[in-house]
């Protein structure tokens, strides 16, 4: 990546605006539920801090329409204060007379955090206001990007502000390391390198499994996906998820990856969507029942798996392999993090729900990387760049 980094900027003395990605999970009682995309950003806040910079954080959660008290950056702050040993100020909006005042006031070593960015229209649709990014590139001296997770959108933020710092808009540590370790799977990754895909649909990851396919020696897939990939091939889905209008596309990948694609031995399905639905496993060449639907891999399929993954050098995981919210069917998505966590190859998560199934476990230190996007991650092994970081200042 041949982009201004944070460690290549003099930060003394200077009003560094930084924009993170705080978009974490609440629970309904607005408490934080997993605060890692916090701790994630920790390196590049102590780094300017360190340096004798001051910070003004930006970021969205969630997505509002309009302002709305249950999406407030509110409890961020408290938790980043609590995590840096410092109080970090909160802004009362992102823009406007008070916000400007904030900014002035920082001294070295503040922190100020802005409220949602998403409470303005502007942030995702940068047209709709072109003075939004302007109006907070004003808040800074130099621009950094560390917010990985949000690197494949054009928005205001992390898109637009950039041109407005033409010599010092520069990716954060988190950014930089998040590269370093895609890079990998793109360019030289150590073989064999395997790589597991799942999640619900197949139109939101055609494009990288494609990719994947033209650079892996094995794709192992599950996840409500499957199903579609059954159904080109005849197979029952009974009442599946399945998208109809992507059949052909599956078709014709199952003929480019007939050497290199696995799928599930058996399957777990339900009666319905639910936690407390019977349940049963069925091998999966035969088929769904009528009236029944997939849910899970089985057990002969994670042992399967197991043996054929045992071998890897590099492996790259990203999605899950079942609805596993519901405890009941949450069984192939952890058996497998536990497994990969288990191995001496190199691990990567493309973020997601995958990321979401390993912190639950607290097993995320096991793993060579995890990244903190999972649209991102798969983007950029897809395209092999991101428009955000595209547009960063070059190094000279």
Known sequence: MNKLTLKDLDLNGKKVLMRVDF??????????????????????IHYILDQGGSVILMSHLGNPKGKMDSLSLGCVA??????????????????????????????????????NLRFYEAEKKPEKDPSFAKVLSTYGEIYVN???????????????????????AAAGLLVEKEIKALS???????RPFYAIMGGGKVSSKLGVIKELLKKV????????????????????????????????????ILEEGKDKLIFPNDLIIADNFSNLANRKTVEAIKGIPDN????????????????????ASTIFWNGPLGVFEFSNFSNGTNQLAEYLSSLQATTIIGGGDSLAAINAL???????????????????????YLP?????TDKN
Not at 23 to 44: E, F, H, T
Not at 94 to 101: C, D, F, L, N, R
Not at 184 to 190: G, M, R, S, T, V
């Open 23 to 44: 978009n974490v999970p609440l629970d309904d009682a607005g408490v934080i539920v997993d605060d890692a995309r916090i701790r994630a950003a920790l390196p590049s």
């Open 292 to 311: 029944w639907q997939g849910m899970d891999v089985g057990e002969k399929t994670l042992i399967s798996w197991e043996q054929e993954l045992k071998d």
């Open 362 to 384: 607290g097993i995320g230190k096991m793993f060579t990387h995890l990244s903190t996007g999972g649209g991102a991650s798969l983007e950029y092994i897809e395209n092999g």
């Open 217 to 252: 020696d094995k794709l192992f897939l599950g996840g409500g996906m499957v199903y579609t990939f059954y159904k080109a091939q005849n197979i029952p889905i009974g009442k599946s998820l399945i998208e109809e209008d992507m059949i052909e596309e599956t078709r014709k």
């Open 388 to 392: 955000a970081i595209d547009v960063l």
């Open 78 to 115: 408290k938790r980043l204060s609590t995590l840096l040993g410092k109080e970090v100020q909160m802004a009362p909006d992102v823009v406007g007379i008070e916000v400007e005042k904030r900014v002035v006031s920082l001294k070295k070593g503040d922190v100020l955090l802005l409220e």
């Open 184 to 190: 990998q799977l793109i360019e030289k990754p150590k």
């Open 146 to 168: 560390d917010a990985f997770g949000t690197m494949h959108r054009k928005h205001s933020s992390t898109y637009t502000i950039t041109k407005y710092f033409p010599s010092a």
